[in-house]
Each structure stands twice: as C-alpha cells, then as structure tokens.
C-alpha cells in the first residue's frame, strides 16, 4: 500500500516538534550524533510546513540548504538562515552516510545551532498561524 503524506502543515509542525524536543534531550545526554540528527529533522519539518503553507509541491529533500532557498522565493528573510541551514544539514548526513562520518562533533556547535534552529522554527510559527 502506497504511503500518502500529509500537505497539512501543522502536522509538519507537530513532528517537527517532537524531533526538537528529542535533540534538546539527546543534547543534554551528550548523544551529539542522534541530537545534530534530531535538530536536523526538525528545520526540515518546519520548512517543509512552511513551505507547504505557501502551496509548494512537497518533495523529497533532506537538505536544508535546498529548502531554505525555497523558502527564499517566499520570504526574503530567509535568506540570513542559509549558514546555519547549511551547518544543520551536515548532521543529517554525517549521522546516516558512514563515508561522511564528521571529524568529531563539538556540543558548542551543536547549541549553537539549537539556538539557530530555535530562530529559524520562531520564525516559521509567526508567519504561519
């Protein structure tokens, strides 16, 4: 049976959430690939809600670079979330793709990026009501 997934928005959102708080605990447990991970997963629900929200054609796309220039074409101010978007992605693919293992994860990093996720997904929640 094919899998349908959800256009609606805040179902986005609502995973999204849950992988945040899932970073947020692994973080606190110094797991530091399962939070980048996390963190990664949750800008990608959010700008997918958000962009879904604007009637983008979902697709899949892991890479938060890609999704924040979508985003762009909506919202200019997107724009100065590219490095911390491009940073995050990193996680994502150096925790599922053993030939892109990262040299070794620095937790101020990874708070660093919390903060920038946390920024991103605030502003996301204040565009789509």
């Known amino acids: 049976m094919a899998h349908k997934e959800s256009l609606d928005p805040s179902a986005w959102f609502g995973i999204g959430d849950k992988d945040l708080k899932r970073a947020r605990l692994l973080l606190g447990a110094d797991d ?11 800008v990608e629900k959010y700008l997918k809600g958000y962009l ?4 983008w054609k979902l697709k899949r796309i892991h890479d938060l670079d890609v999704l924040v220039r979508y985003a762009i074409q909506y919202d200019p ?9 491009q940073k ?41 009501k």
């Open 77 to 85: 101010s997107f724009a100065g979330f590219k490095p911390s978007c």
């Open 32 to 42: 530091l690939e399962g939070a980048g991970f996390n963190l990664q997963q949750a």
């Open 52 to 55: 879904l929200s604007r009637g």
């Open 88 to 128: 995050i992605t990193q996680y994502y693919f150096e925790d599922r793709y053993p030939e892109m293992m990262p040299p070794e994860l620095d937790k101020k990093d990874l708070v660093e990026s919390l903060r920038a996720a946390e920024e991103i997904i605030a502003k996301i929640k204040t565009l789509v």
